[in-house]
C-alpha cells in the first residue's frame, strides 16, 4: 500500500468550475508535502510546498492546505481553465532518511468547454 | 534559461544492447536524481545523488547505474536493458536537499524508452 494515496483517480469538470484533489500520507516523520502539474507526456512541476506549521499555501488559482494531525492534503482549484487539464502529483518528503519523497500516483484532471 | 535537459527524449532499442540517457542541468543544483514512471505505480526513484561523486539507489535501482563526475551532469545506463525497462523516464535536479529541505525540484522533459 502505498505511503501518499490520492483521490480521486480522476475528474471530469467543466470550464470555469472550481475542484478540490484529495491527498492522504501515512509517511512519518514528516518533513514536507508538494503539489506538481504534470501535462501529458512533460515533466512535473511544482505548484506548491508546505511544511510541518503550514497549512494553506497559494499559487495563483490553486490552494493547498495540510492537516498534519490528520495526515490529510487538498489542493483546490478556483476557476478552472482548459489549461488545468493535467495529473496532479502529492509528493510527501521524509523528516528522516536523507529527506526521501514517496509520491502519489496522482489525479487525472480534465477541464471541459 | 534553468532548465533540466534529457537525451535522447525518445528511445527504441532491443533487449541487451547498452544505452545511456544523459541527463544535465545549468543551475548549479547539487541534488539530482533519476525516476520512472510507469502507469498506475506512479514516479519511483531509481537513483540519486547528492553531489559530485556521491550517489545512492533509490526504490528501484535494479538493472540501472548512474555516475556524477561532474556537477551539472547525471547520465542514467542501462548495461542490458530488459522489456520490463521500458518506461518514460525523468531526471530532476534541486539546489541542495537535506532532510528539511524545501527547495524546488525541476524535472527535465522524460525520456520514452522502448525495450522490444
Known amino acids: 500500500k502505498n505511503q501518499v494515496e490520492q483521490s480521486p483517480q480522476s475528474l471530469i469538470i467543466l470550464e470555469g468550475k472550481n475542484c478540490t484533489l484529495q491527498c492522504n500520507y501515512t509517511v512519518s516523520p514528516f518533513s514536507n508535502l508538494r503539489w506538481y502539474k504534470q501535462d501529458t507526456g512533460r515533466g512535473p512541476v511544482s505548484l506548491t510546498i508546505m511544511t510541518f506549521s503550514e497549512n494553506t499555501k497559494s499559487n495563483g488559482r490553486y490552494t493547498a492546505t495540510l492537516d498534519a494531525d490528520t495526515k490529510q492534503s487538498s489542493l483546490h482549484i478556483t476557476a478552472s481553465q482548459l489549461s488545468d487539464s493535467a495529473s496532479y502529483i502529492c509528493?510527501?518528503?521524509?523528516?528522516?532518511?536523507?529527506?526521501?519523497?514517496?509520491f502519489g500516483d496522482g489525479t487525472t484532471l480534465t477541464v471541459k468547454p | 534559461e534553468a532548465q533540466v535537459t534529457q537525451n535522447p527524449r525518445y528511445l527504441i532499442t532491443v533487449t541487451g544492447k547498452k544505452l545511456t540517457v544523459t541527463c544535465s542541468q545549468n543551475?548549479?543544483?547539487?541534488?539530482m536524481s533519476w525516476y520512472r514512471q510507469d502507469p498506475g505505480l506512479g514516479l519511483r526513484q531509481i537513483y540519486y545523488s547528492m553531489n559530485v561523486e556521491v550517489t545512492d539507489k533509490g526504490d528501484v535501482p535494479e538493472g540501472y547505474k548512474v555516475s556524477r563526475k561532474e556537477k551539472r551532469n547525471f547520465p542514467l545506463i542501462l548495461e542490458s536493458p530488459s522489456p520490463n525497462q521500458t518506461s518514460l523516464y525523468f531526471c530532476?535536479?534541486?539546489?541542495?536537499?537535506?532532510?528539511?529541505?524545501?527547495?524546488?525540484?525541476?524535472f527535465g522533459p522524460g525520456t520514452r524508452l522502448t525495450v522490444l
Open positions: 530532476a535536479s534541486s539546489l541542495a536537499r537535506g532532510t528539511g529541505s524545501t527547495d524546488t525540484q525541476y
Open positions: 543551475m548549479n543544483h547539487e541534488y
Open positions: 509528493v510527501v518528503r521524509k523528516g528522516t532518511n536523507a529527506g526521501k519523497s514517496t
